[in-house]
């Protein structure tokens, strides 16, 4: 039977990805993953409320060793920056090593232990111009590389890769995806801060489509 796994972060690409695609994928696992990253009790925390909602399995991956070699503002104590959005300088300053081919190689792990034919990840249009772990080209080649690496051979699928964050949400408002429990913020705190790059995203992206009762929710 076909059966996917799904990286959640909480973020508004993780969650709409569930929420729009469980049931034409199956999910029925997410895997969350801490690093050591500023907002890494908001994101365990967000995504269990997410994994409750929609009555799938939880579980967290503690990779203490990544905050060691991590040396941007995502993980260290400097500030998360708040300008020069969505430039290649402010993606670099939140840059954690491989961090998207890591989480994909363990989820591949338990997709061949588990039979998982599928593993979605929230990569979009908008992060793909900066982060080239977000693009079609890298989706491509980790499933290249689990035909090989696996008996399973799991596909890495990432539905909202040819939509910029308005479209996500647009879509996520059209099929009713809880964005009340969004939590895409770089930083930790009770609230998304609404400064830093992801939060400007979202913040945009919800203007754009008319959901300013979502900003007062959530900023």
Same mark, same amino acid.
């Given at each position: 039977?076909?059966?996917?796994?799904?990286?959640?972060?909480?973020?508004?690409?993780?969650? $709409?990805?569930?929420?729009?695609?469980?049931?034409?994928?199956?999910?029925?696992?997410?895997?969350?993953?801490?690093?050591?990253?500023?907002?890494?009790?908001?994101?365990?925390? &967000?995504?269990?409320?997410?994994?409750?909602?929609?009555?799938?399995?939880?579980?967290?991956?503690?990779?203490?060793?990544?905050?060691?070699?991590?040396?941007?503002?995502? $993980?260290?104590?400097?500030?998360?920056?708040?300008?020069?959005?969505?430039?290649?300088?402010? *993606?670099?300053?939140?840059? $954690?090593?491989?961090?998207?081919?890591?989480?994909?190689?363990?989820?591949?792990?338990?997709? !061949? *232990?588990?039979?998982?034919?599928?593993?979605?990840?929230?990569?979009?249009? !908008?992060?793909?111009?900066?982060?080239?772990?977000?693009?079609?080209?890298?989706?491509?080649?980790?499933?290249?590389?689990?035909?090989?690496? &696996?008996?399973?051979?799991?596909? $890495?699928?990432?539905?909202?890769?040819?939509?910029?964050?308005?479209?996500?949400?647009?879509?996520?408002?059209?099929?009713?995806?809880?964005?009340?429990?969004?939590?895409?913020?770089?930083?930790?705190?009770?609230?998304?801060?609404?400064?830093?790059?992801?939060?400007?995203?979202?913040?945009?992206?919800?203007?754009?489509?008319?959901?300013?009762?979502?900003?007062?929710?959530?900023?």
């Amino acid at each position: 039977m076909v059966k996917s796994i799904i990286l959640l972060s909480g973020g508004l690409d993780s969650l $709409v990805a569930l929420g729009c695609f469980k049931d034409k994928y199956n999910t029925e696992f997410a895997l969350t993953f801490d690093y050591g990253q500023k907002a890494a009790k908001e994101e365990l925390e &967000t995504s269990k409320r997410i994994c409750d909602f929609y009555k799938i399995e939880h579980k967290v991956i503690k990779l203490d060793w990544l905050k060691d070699i991590t040396t941007t503002a995502l $993980v260290l104590g400097s500030d998360i920056p708040t300008a020069n959005i969505g430039t290649k300088e402010s *993606a670099k300053e939140v840059w $954690v090593p491989n961090r998207n081919g890591l989480f994909l190689n363990i989820a591949a792990a338990f997709a !061949d *232990a588990k039979d998982y034919v599928y593993i979605l990840f929230g990569a979009n249009k !908008d992060e793909a111009k900066n982060f080239p772990d977000n693009t079609e080209d890298f989706r491509n080649k980790a499933c290249e590389l689990f035909e090989s690496s &696996t008996l399973k051979h799991p596909k $890495v699928i990432a539905p909202l890769i040819n939509y910029s964050k308005g479209d996500i949400v647009r879509i996520a408002m059209e099929k009713s995806v809880p964005l009340e429990l969004v939590r895409s913020c770089y930083d930790s705190g009770e609230k998304n801060c609404g400064k830093c790059e992801s939060c400007t995203r979202l913040k945009n992206a919800l203007y754009a489509n008319g959901a300013e009762y979502l900003i007062e929710e959530l900023f």
